[in-house]
């Protein structure tokens, strides 16, 4: 099901295009300005700090992961590399799945990569909580990371699969405010708007609770664990790769 040629070309491709080296000098630029941010706060200003790195470091790795793997799919269809992976001996599911794990060793890097700009920013607060913030921030990326091979196998257009990402990305990070308002009285829970919204909830993830910036400073408060973000990106991440999959293994060439 898996095949690690294929799983090298992808790493191969995303060294040959500096992905790594770019995101290492962000990385640096961003924990350069929070460290500049953070001076600017009267009290605690190491966790001031520390929030703007973290929250800084969330963003940038997951448009990192989706702007790498939507531009190195449609490449690929582009260059005619998919067909000529065709013609060789390798299944479609195959290439989905490789592409897939691929693309998971990339954002556990990134990951890793953001949890020392972490440390290195306050390292004297380190505890529990940061270590499951990197691993929900790896959660998340992998789970953005096949959103945006569906959306790049399905869509055409290089900047649409982007921008459609992208918008699942956002509803995601809003969809705790989204249900906390339907749940509330200001509207009808049983109305068609919010009904649709619990729908539409059930197959979205819940990156709203990934990555919690509380967790660098107070540590984990909740009762959350590594259990629940780790089922989250594997549900999640199954869901839309069977999508791409489905509609990979129907299309003709």
């Known amino acids: 099901m898996l095949s690690v040629p294929l799983i090298k070309y992808v790493i191969k491709a995303a060294l040959r295009d500096k992905l790594m080296i770019a995101m290492a000098v962000v990385f640096v630029v961003g924990a350069s300005l929070s460290v ?3 001076s600017a706060a009267i009290v605690e200003k190491s966790m001031f700090t520390l929030v703007f790195a973290g929250a800084a ?8 992961m989706i702007l790498f793997v939507v531009f190195f799919i449609r490449r690929a269809f582009e260059s005619k590399e998919i067909e000529y992976l065709l013609s060789r001996p390798v299944g479609r599911l195959e290439i989905i799945f490789s ?4 693309f998971t060793i990339l954002c556990i890097f990134m990951g890793l990569g953001v949890g020392a700009c972490v ?4 390292p004297q607060l380190f505890a529990y909580g940061h270590v499951l913030w990197v691993v929900s921030i790896i959660v998340e990326a992998v789970i953005m990371a096949n959103v945006a091979l569906f959306f790049s196998m399905y869509i055409s257009s290089a900047s649409s699969a982007t921008m459609a990402t992208l918008g699942v990305y956002v509803l995601g990070r809003l969809m705790g405010q989204l249900l906390g308002i339907v749940d509330s009285n200001m509207v009808d829970s049983f109305g068609v708007y919010a009904m649709a919204m619990q729908m539409v909830s059930v197959i979205t993830p819940r990156l709203d609770l990934l990555g919690q910036s509380s ?6 408060q909740d009762g959350y664990n590594l259990i629940y973000a780790l089922c989250q990106g594997l549900f999640f991440s199954a869901l839309v790769l069977l999508a791409a999959s489905l509609d990979f293994v129907k299309r003709e060439f």
């Open 119 to 122: 440390l290195a920013v306050s």
């Open 215 to 220: 967790w660098l400073i107070y540590g984990v």
């Open 99 to 102: 592409f897939a794990v691929a």
């Open 36 to 38: 500049f941010l953070g």
């Open 57 to 64: 470091s969330r963003i940038l790795v997951v448009l990192g």
